[in-house]
């Protein structure tokens, strides 16, 4: 695909690479649609060629201004494009990658999508969302060990084409149409770093159990109380910030996401998140341990990466119990469950509702 592009805009000889006739006759649409649309399309600019379909060939490097010499096909992307795509993916946060960079089952021809999945590894580390998609990318991830090494992974990348197409599939047909069912076991869960309403960093949570994903995002107060210190002050040590000054102010939570992904997330897969305080009590007790004078601490994995995670807990315990949350919360929590009111004051331009003798938020009137 890269050798369409790159011939039809740079006019250059891509020798014997492969080149799609009919696909070169969209090109020109795709780029003025991805210009209008402020989309920035990298196409590589170095090759690693060969004489021959095999290791065997007369192997040599070419870049976008020399072309690639007659006789010759390109099998790799050469060092710099490497640059550009690990910079490519640095400020990415989502990253759905479908076709390996070169013929990565011959060691001449690897480093291109050797190098693309270490990087894809390492953002997924960081809280990056890496779907890989498509038979080849996907046993790229096996020859790599990878397949645990990033978000998702699944060879349906032509089957995710047709969908986007609007086509009908079969098994996605099946799932839609049967009936929904409660999930309560842990599948997969994934944090990342976001920034809240306040434009602070905090940590945000996806959970999977079989049958949905549920999210939550730690809210990051303002105030300071004495049971609301950062953890670096040493003292009741809840949030778990990274302290690096020459990023986000030193305000960055990427400990505490890493905390959740490489931590947290392979001791609770397989848990019922009915469960809730026996999940809260692996990650306080178990995982963190912590302490101080005031009790449990969470100093160590960071009360706002374990509060995140328990916050999707609930929520997904709440959908597994076929219950709204406020009234699983009062379950669980040991409340009445069937004790709730709404009250409007008098002359209020809101409705203030209260739970269970909580109030929980502020509903507009319509």
Not at 247 to 264: P, Y
Request: charged share 25%.
């Amino acid at each position: 695909m890269a050798f369409t592009f790159i011939k039809v805009i740079r006019g250059i000889s891509i020798g014997n690479s492969l080149f799609d006739e009919e696909g070169s006759k969209i090109v020109p649409e795709i780029m003025a649609k991805a210009k209008e649309k402020g989309v920035e399309i990298v196409l590589p600019i170095d090759f690693v060629c060969s004489s021959k379909y095999g290791e065997d060939g007369e192997i040599k490097n070419a870049t976008v201004e020399t072309g690639i010499p007659e006789g010759f096909m390109g099998l790799d992307c050469g060092p710099e494009t490497n640059k550009l795509n690990a910079a490519t993916i640095a400020r990415s946060k989502t990253i759905v990658w479908n076709g390996p960079m070169g013929v990565f089952e011959m060691k001449a021809f690897e480093q291109g999508t050797k190098f693309m999945m270490d990087k894809i590894v390492e953002a997924t580390k960081s809280g990056t969302v890496t779907v890989i998609g498509g038979g080849d990318t996907a046993t790229a991830c096996k020859k790599y060990d990878t397949e645990d090494k990033v978000t998702h992974c699944s060879t349906g990348g032509g089957a995710s084409l047709e969908l986007l197409e609007g086509k009908v599939l079969p098994g996605v047909a099946a799932l839609d149409d049967a009936p929904a069912r409660a999930g309560s076991t842990i599948l997969h869960i994934r944090a990342r770093e976001i920034f809240d309403s306040r434009g602070n960093p905090t940590v945000e949570v996806d959970l999977c159990t079989e049958t949905a994903l549920f999210r939550a995002a730690v809210p990051s107060g303002a105030s300071t109380g004495i049971y609301e210190a950062a953890a670096e002050s040493g003292v009741e040590a809840l949030e778990l910030r990274d302290g690096d000054k020459g990023r986000l102010l030193g305000k960055g939570v990427l400990k505490a996401v890493e905390n959740v992904n490489n931590l947290i997330a392979p001791k609770l897969t397989g848990m019922d998140v009915r469960d809730q305080k026996k999940i809260d009590d692996v990650m306080v007790q178990e995982l963190d341990g912590s302490k101080n004078e005031w009790g449990w601490s969470k100093s160590k994995l960071g009360a706002n990466a374990i509060l995140a995670v328990s916050m999707a807990v609930c929520r997904a315990g709440a959908s597994a119990s076929g219950m709204p949350l406020y009234q699983y919360i009062a379950k669980i929590a040991g409340k009445p469950t069937d004790r709730f009111r709404a009250l409007e004051k008098e002359g209020s331009s809101t409705s203030e509702c209260w739970f269970a003798d909580f109030r929980l938020c502020k509903i507009p009137k319509m």
